[in-house]
């Protein structure tokens, strides 16, 4: 069973710093693209960064020059640098994984989401 462990989320003030990791463990044969995803109360989830396997990247324009999304193919974990962090970034966020879990199949991997709270 493939499982995306998050860590790394709590509460910060505005313009403070957080970074948040998620691990893929399980049957794993390779991961594509991995990234975050954010949703805030109220609000629909939203692409925030993703990366693939070979390094390239994908933001949200309102998260560009403030978060860094890198990745570590051994230890088949992304990660995410948030920097400058606003009110407006509070939202739960999810670990994302497409990956080939069995040998004819490419599935996409959600974690359980972990809390960001920007605030004074």
């Known amino acids: 069973q493939v499982q995306l462990v998050e860590s790394g989320g709590g509460l910060v003030q505005p313009g403070g710093s957080l970074r948040l990791s998620c691990a893929a463990s399980?049957?794993?044969?390779?991961?594509?693209?991995m990234g975050w995803f954010r949703q805030a109360p109220g609000k629909q989830r939203e692409l925030v960064a993703v990366?693939?396997?070979?390094?390239?990247?994908n933001y949200a324009d309102s998260v560009k020059g403030r978060f860094t999304i890198s990745r570590d193919n051994a230890k088949n974990t992304v990660y995410l640098q948030m920097n400058s962090l606003k009110p407006e970034d509070t939202a739960v966020y999810y670990c994302?994984?497409?990956?080939?879990?069995?040998?004819?199949?490419?599935?996409?991997?959600w974690g359980q989401g972990t809390q960001v709270t920007v605030s004074s």
């Open positions: 399980g049957n794993i044969f390779g991961i594509y693209n």
């Open positions: 990366i693939t396997s070979g390094g390239s990247t």
């Open positions: 994302y994984a497409r990956l080939r879990a069995t040998i004819t199949a490419v599935d996409d991997y």
